[in-house]
C-alpha cells in the first residue's frame, strides 16, 4: 500500500512564492460548503496567493462575503472547462472538478514528460480536500496518494488531505491576524451596530446556530426560568435557528398558553432577539461578544472554538446515525466534561428524549479556553497546505530537472516516453523495445469519507 508524504510545517512568517490555486466546489445545502471554501480562499490569498474559487452557485456570497477578497476570483463552475489549470487543483468534499479541466491538466502532464527542455514548469499539484473530523481514520488516510486508474486525469495522483484537530491531520482554519483582531473587539460597540443594546448587568447573551433539535423547546423553557439568577438574551440567527425557534414556541404555547411571537415570549428571564443575515466577519463578531454560543456544522464550529467561549454544537444529522461517532469522537479529542458530554448527546439526539442538563459554566469555560489554546499551537489548515505544495512541487522540479539530463544524453528515449501522448485513454502498460513495462503497481483501496456537514 502506497504510505503519505511525511510534510514538515513551515514557518508562517517565511515568503512564499505566489502560485495560481482552483479550489472547487458544490453548493449542496445550508451553505457549509461554500463558506469553508471562501475562509480557505481567502486566507490563502492573504498569504501572498492567487485563487480561483469555482462554483455552481455563488448567490451565498453576496450575503457571506459582499466585500469580496482581493486575490480571489470568483468563477461560474462551467466556465472551468476552458481553463488553464493553475499550480494547485483542491477539490473540496469529494466533488470532482470539470472533465475538461482536468484532461487539461493530464494533457500538460504528458507534455512535460516529452523531455522540452524549454518547459520547466512542473504537474499542478492535486488534492482532495475532505470533511473534517476526530475520528481516528483521519490520521490515516491524511496525505495518502491516490493515483487515478480511470478518467480524465487517468495516469495522475491526488491526495487526501483531512482537516483535524490533532498535528499529524492538516489542521483548522485560522486567521494569523486572529488574536489580535479578537483583542481589539469592542462588544458594546458591535451589537450597539446590528440595532442591540450593550449588555446589562447580569446578563448572559448566547447566540443561536442550529437545524431543528429536538430538545429546544424544553431547553427555552427551562432558561426562561433563570435558576442561577442570570437573564439569558438569546441572539437567534436567520434561516432555519429563526424557524426552528418559532416551532419550539409554538408548541410551548399549546402546552402552556403563552404568545409564541412576543421577544420575551417564556418569562422575564429570557429575551429572545432575531438577527438579520449575518457576513461571516459578523458572525465571528457574534461568537465573540457571546458568552455562550450554540453552533452547527462546520465552519461555525470552527470558530466557536477560536472564540474560545463554551458552546454547544449541533453536528449534521445524518440517516444512519454515523454523526453519533463523529460527535464521539470530537468530544473525546477536546477532553469535554461528563456534563458537556450529556448535554451534547441530548441535543443532537443521541440520547433520544433525553432533556439538556443544566450547564456547568465554570468547567465549559475552562474547557472552551484549553481546547483553544491547544489547537491555536498547531500550524493550520493553510500554512499545512501551503507547506505539502511546496514540498511536493520541490520534489517534482528535482525529478523534471534528473528526467531533462537524462532527455539530454539519450534523445532515443523520446521516442519511449511520447507514447503516452498518443494514447487517449489511461494506458495500463508503455510499450517499449524492452517490452510491456508497467506504471501503476502500487494503489490503496476506496477510503471512506464523511460527505455531511
Not at 504537474?123 to 495518502?144: C, G, K, M, P, Q
Not at 479529542?333 to 432533556?355: E, L
Not at 528515449?413 to 502498460?429: D, I, L
Not at 477510503?447 to 456537514?453: A, C, G, I, K, L
Request: one cysteine or more; aromatic letters at 8%; hydrophobic letters at 40%.
Amino acid at each position: 500500500m502506497s504510505t503519505p508524504l511525511s510534510v514538515q510545517p513551515i514557518d508562517s512568517q517565511i515568503a512564499r512564492p505566489a502560485l495560481t490555486w482552483d479550489i472547487f466546489c458544490r453548493v449542496i445545502d445550508n451553505f457549509g460548503d461554500v463558506g469553508v471554501c471562501w475562509r480557505l480562499a481567502s486566507q490563502l490569498a492573504e498569504s501572498n496567493q492567487r485563487v480561483r474559487l469555482w462554483l455552481d452557485d455563488a448567490s451565498a456570497l453576496a450575503w457571506l462575503a459582499p466585500a469580496g477578497c482581493p486575490g480571489v476570483g470568483v468563477f461560474d463552475w462551467p466556465l472551468a472547462g476552458s481553463a488553464a489549470p493553475g499550480d494547485v487543483v483542491i477539490e473540496a468534499f469529494g466533488c470532482d472538478a470539470h472533465p475538461d479541466f482536468i484532461a487539461a491538466m493530464r494533457m500538460n502532464s504528458v507534455t512535460k514528460v516529452e523531455f522540452d527542455t524549454k518547459n520547466t514548469s512542473v504537474d499542478s499539484v492535486w488534492i482532495n480536500l475532505e470533511y473534517l473530523s476526530a475520528e481516528d481514520f483521519v490520521t490515516r488516510n491524511h496525505l495518502l496518494p491516490s493515483p487515478q486508474l480511470s478518467g480524465p486525469g487517468c495516469g495522475m495522483t491526488k491526495t487526501f488531505f483531512y482537516p483535524g484537530f490533532t498535528p499529524t491531520t492538516g489542521g483548522l482554519l485560522r486567521e494569523p491576524d486572529l488574536e489580535a483582531r479578537q483583542a481589539h473587539f469592542d462588544r458594546d460597540a458591535w451589537l450597539n451596530s446590528i440595532d442591540q443594546p450593550s449588555v446589562a448587568p447580569n446578563e448572559r447573551l448566547m447566540s443561536l446556530f442550529c437545524y431543528e433539535p429536538a430538545p429546544l423547546a424544553q431547553w427555552l423553557f427551562e432558561l426562561s426560568k433563570g435558576a442561577d439568577g442570570i437573564c439569558t438574551r438569546l441572539l437567534v440567527c436567520a434561516g432555519r435557528p429563526t424557524h426552528a425557534v418559532h416551532a419550539a414556541l409554538q408548541r410551548a404555547t399549546i402546552s402552556r398558553d403563552i404568545d409564541p411571537w412576543s421577544p420575551n415570549s417564556l418569562g422575564s428571564m429570557l429575551f429572545i432577539s432575531y438577527l438579520p443575515t449575518l457576513t461571516q466577519l459578523d458572525y465571528d463578531h457574534l461568537l465573540w461578544a457571546c458568552d455562550f454560543n450554540c453552533v452547527r456544522g462546520e465552519d461555525s464550529l470552527i470558530r466557536a472554538i477560536w472564540a474560545g467561549k463554551p458552546m454547544l454544537w449541533h453536528i449534521y444529522p445524518q440517516d444512519d446515525n454515523a454523526h453519533h461517532a463523529k460527535l464521539a469522537a470530537f468530544l473525546t479529542t477536546t477532553q469535554a466534561s461528563p456534563n458537556s458530554i450529556a448535554a451534547h448527546r441530548a441535543w443532537c439526539s443521541v440520547d433520544a428524549g433525553a432533556p439538556i442538563p443544566p450547564i456547568d459554566w465554570a468547567s465549559w469555560a475552562r474547557q472552551a479556553k484549553q481546547a483553544r489554546n491547544t489547537l491555536a499551537s498547531q500550524p493550520s489548515l493553510v500554512d499545512n497546505l501551503l507547506a505539502f505544495v511546496n514540498q511536493k512541487r520541490s520534489k517534482s522540479k528535482a525529478l523534471l530537472s534528473k528526467s531533462l539530463s537524462v532527455g539530454a544524453e539519450h534523445p532515443r528515449m523520446n521516442a519511449f516516453v511520447g507514447n503516452r501522448r498518443a494514447t487517449p485513454q489511461c494506458p495500463q502498460k508503455l510499450k517499449s523495445r524492452h517490452g510491456p513495462r508497467k506504471i501503476f503497481h502500487n494503489h490503496h483501496e476506496n477510503r471512506s469519507r464523511n460527505p455531511r456537514r
